[in-house]
């Protein structure tokens, strides 16, 4: 892919923001206390959409 003339490579760091940490942290929390009481987690992949 690196010689083609045709594509453009970029690196993946959408996800880089000054708050991500704080973020995935809230997420993991809320994501453990659910998992906790046995409720539906949040951000599940959905394997039958392939995301």
């Known amino acids: 892919m ?11 760091i959408a996800g880089a923001t000054p ?3 704080d973020r995935a ?3 993991f929390r ?3 206390r659910r998992y ?3 409720d539906d ?7 039958e959409k392939g995301y």
Request: zero cysteines; charged letters at 25%.
């Open 2 to 12: 690196w010689k083609l003339e045709n594509a453009l490579l970029a690196p993946h």
């Open 19 to 21: 708050h991500y940490d």
């Open 25 to 27: 942290v809230d997420l």
């Open 30 to 32: 809320e994501n453990l």
């Open 36 to 38: 906790l009481r046995g």
């Open 41 to 47: 987690l949040l951000n599940l992949v959905n394997r």
